[in-house]
């Protein structure tokens, strides 16, 4: 049973760039989180999707945006990068509202 | 605004001991709670939660206790294993939503030596 996976596992863009990362949830989850964390900090939400909407979002500006497939898999994009965008983004999975989310390895992105 | 806080970056105890983590979190609005563990270059890991209907919940060597007047809940793991060497995070969320959002504290780095 294959857990949350998330490609690719490192990135390295330059400011003012974009960025797509990738997210496959748990099977048999329908719910995609994302969150970011800074170095020395805690996951942050970004934002949630079900049923292909965005359910909830987090204190992030428009430059961060996503998207959920009908199969559940779902892409966080990011434009005009900053510095300060450098962080690990983690995917997380759950069943509907389900309060367990399941991680993924996360992407680390560096932005130069 | 912090409002989940994990104001003890690292912790050591020695193997067989008894390791307590804290966290404490300022909005009344929380009901679910859950602790994780994170090791190095993977995602974090559920560990255990507990609703805000009760006040204890325990599996295994894990238990987590909560104090709501207090706003602070706990994680104790009993007898402590060099293996459970990682970052433990605490996270809360709000059940009025329905989709639930985690809200993360900073994480404490647990290191249990043998």
């Known amino acids: 049973d294959a857990g949350v996976t998330q490609s690719p596992t490192h990135l390295i863009k330059t400011r003012g760039q974009q960025v797509t990362l990738r997210c496959s949830p748990k099977s048999g989850h329908d719910t995609v989180s994302w969150y970011q964390q800074a170095l020395g900090q805690g996951p942050q939400f970004i934002f949630q999707?079900?049923?292909?909407?965005?359910?909830q979002r987090g204190n992030f500006p428009d430059r961060f945006s996503g998207h959920q497939f009908p199969n559940y898999s779902s892409e966080l994009n990011v434009n005009a990068l900053l510095l300060g965008d450098s962080a690990l983004y983690l995917c997380?999975?759950?069943?509907?509202?389900?309060?367990?989310?399941?991680f993924g390895p996360g992407t680390r992105l560096t932005v130069l | 605004d912090q409002q989940v806080k994990q104001n003890s970056p690292s912790l050591s105890v020695q193997e067989g001991r008894i390791s307590i983590l804290n966290c404490d979190y300022t909005n009344s609005m929380f009901d679910y709670f859950l602790w994780y563990k994170k090791y190095p270059a993977e995602g974090p890991t559920f560990l255990i939660s507990i609703s805000s209907i009760k006040d204890k919940n325990e599996d295994g060597r894990f238990t987590v206790f909560l104090n709501k007047s207090a706003k602070h809940l706990s994680l104790h793991i009993v007898p402590s294993q060099p293996g459970d060497s990682a970052v433990y995070f605490c996270a809360a969320s709000e059940g009025n939503t329905g989709f639930q959002k985690l809200v993360f504290g900073t994480g404490t780095r647990l290191l249990v030596s043998p």
């Open positions: 999707y079900y049923e292909e909407e965005e359910r």
């Open positions: 997380a999975s759950s069943l509907g509202d389900s309060d367990e989310q399941f």
